[in-house]
């Protein structure tokens, strides 16, 4: 059973950065397409960004704007997503996520694994 772990959420100022893991196990790394959802307080789950496979096909949100990158290491079985100039609507849980779609999707229905959860809460 595949099994994802994300780790490096914590509390950064405006204008900070924060690089989130995923660490997957439990399955073929490359079989998946992999994303990062958030979800602020009272708000649904929303679409950050997502990778294929080889790291040549990716998805951001528009307010990502730049400020967010995503990125892979196959030999590490590791998702990244390294976020910088933070702002307060920043704020939320950010989950990873695993698909067998050859392009990464954008619904959060395209994903067939998630993690638990890492906070990311950014002061003002």
């Known amino acids: 059973q595949v099994r994802l772990v994300e780790s490096g959420g914590g509390l950064v100022q405006t204008g900070g950065s924060l690089r989130l893991s995923c660490a997957f196990s439990?399955?073929?790394?490359?079989?998946?397409?992999m994303g990062w959802f958030r979800q602020a307080p009272g708000k649904e789950r929303e679409f950050v960004s997502a990778?294929?496979?080889?790291?040549?096909?990716?998805r951001h949100a528009d307010f990502v704007k730049g400020r967010f990158t995503i990125s892979r290491d196959n030999a590490k079985s590791t998702e990244y997503l390294h976020m910088a100039n933070l702002r307060p609507d920043d704020t939320a849980v950010y989950y990873c996520?695993?698909?067998?779609?050859?392009?990464?999707?954008?619904?959060?229905?395209?994903?067939?694994?998630w993690g638990q959860g890492t906070q990311v809460t950014v002061s003002s």
């Open positions: 996520a695993a698909s067998h779609s050859v392009i990464p999707p954008v619904p959060a229905d395209g994903y067939d694994f």
């Open positions: 439990g399955g073929s790394f490359t079989n998946y397409a």
């Open positions: 990778i294929d496979w080889s790291g040549s096909n990716i």
